[in-house]
């Protein structure tokens, strides 16, 4: 039996600095994008037979970044313990998104977390 990979995207733009990284110790901003894939099996197709309406994977998308728009990273709880790295960013949003999922689409299992820091660089992250 076969499953499907939705995704959908959010944006935001923030300012941080990663201590110990070359000119990345300047505080600067970064336009950055995020997609968000989750997995549903064939047979969980709901009675309309969607997987997940994108509209909500695009609104748990966009909640997932939402306070960190327009903000300096570095002092926001999630990077408390580790600095806001392109890689601890995605790893954040991946457990928020997985987190709201299973309020609102249990069916749906985050699968990949996608995050580009610059058009031509990005991280993915996969939970276990
Ligand atoms: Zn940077």
Known sequence: MGHYLLSA???????????GVDMCERMHGHNWRVQVTVRVQQDDLDAAGMGVDFRMLATVASESVHDFEHR?????????????TAETIAR?????????????????????VTLWEMPEYRVVYRPA
């Open 92 to 112: 954040v949003v991946c457990e928020r998104v997985a987190a709201r999922l299973a309020a609102v689409a249990p069916a749906a299992e985050v699968v990949e």
């Open 9 to 19: 995207e959010a944006r935001f733009s923030a300012a941080h600095t990663l201590p």
């Open 72 to 84: 300096y990273l570095n002092e926001l709880e999630p990077f408390a313990e580790s600095p806001p």
